[in-house]
């Protein structure tokens, strides 16, 4: 159980174009995802929270208008990177937290691995 | 300034011995830490975790151990399997109030195991 999916796993954009990534919650609801982001040989970064039906919170730094998150749903959230540029190449993972469990743990993802050229 | 630090890039254990992986926090709002495994261009995978009500807490091979005076926890594995070969991150998480936090992750602690 606690199944996250993303999808792509990877994508390749050219600079100014707009790429979406989903995260699905497969086997349980999460009214909350998160949405890390992690360079290589970095620590994951907390990039957003998500939640069901209501505005996401960014953390200090994240560009809002640039990294658009919708929670559509209980099992769905999507990032969308617009106007995407080369330093926004990065592994893009998110987490979910179910409802029922009670309990802190999130379950990640596999991660999407973004490269705009 | 980092919050959960994890001051040892790699460890090298051998099979069969406990390994050990330590993680060292600032916040003192942080009241609920995670131990994750992680491989390269995976997503992170939830090992075990302690709320700051315990001291420590035990699941299989893995024993978490917290010593919120020092502001510092450590995972044990044992005995260490080549499998456990893998990128360990320590996170922590405030609790507000039945929200969710993100988790604050520290840069991770690369263990491997040798035969």
């Known amino acids: 159980g606690a199944v996250v999916s993303q999808h792509p796993s990877w994508v390749i954009c050219k600079s100014g174009t707009s790429v979406k990534i989903e995260c699905r919650s497969l086997?349980?609801?999460?009214?909350?995802m998160f949405w890390y982001r992690q360079f290589p040989k970095q620590s994951l970064m907390l990039m957003a929270t998500?939640?069901?039906?209501?505005?996401?919170?960014?953390e200090q730094g994240v560009e809002k208008d640039k990294f658009l998150i919708n929670h559509a749903s209980l099992t769905l959230s999507t990032l969308t990177v617009t106007s995407a540029h080369p330093e926004d190449s990065s592994f893009y993972i998110c987490?979910?937290?179910?409802?029922?469990?009670?309990?802190?743990?999130?379950?990640f993802g596999p991660g999407t691995r973004l490269t705009v050229t | 300034d980092q919050q959960v630090k994890q001051n040892s890039p790699s460890l090298s254990v051998q099979e069969g011995r406990i390994s050990i992986l330590n993680c060292d926090y600032t916040?003192?709002?942080?009241?609920?830490f995670l131990w994750y495994k992680k491989y390269p261009a995976e997503g992170p995978t939830f090992l075990i975790s302690?709320?700051?009500?315990?001291d420590k807490n035990e699941d299989g091979r893995f024993t978490v151990f917290l010593n919120k005076s020092a502001k510092h926890l450590s995972l044990h594995i044992v005995p260490s399997q080549p499998g456990d070969s893998a990128v360990y991150f320590c996170?922590?998480?405030?609790?507000?109030?039945?929200?969710?936090?993100?988790?604050?992750f520290g840069k991770g602690t690369h263990l491997i195991i040798q035969p």
């Open positions: 987490s979910a937290r179910a409802i029922s469990r009670g309990t802190y743990e999130q379950y």
């Open positions: 086997d349980f609801q999460a009214t909350t």
């Open positions: 998500s939640n069901e039906g209501s505005k996401a919170t960014y």
């Open positions: 916040n003192s709002m942080f009241d609920y």
């Open positions: 302690i709320s700051s009500i315990k």
């Open positions: 996170a922590a998480s405030g609790y507000s109030g039945g929200g969710a936090d993100g988790l604050t």
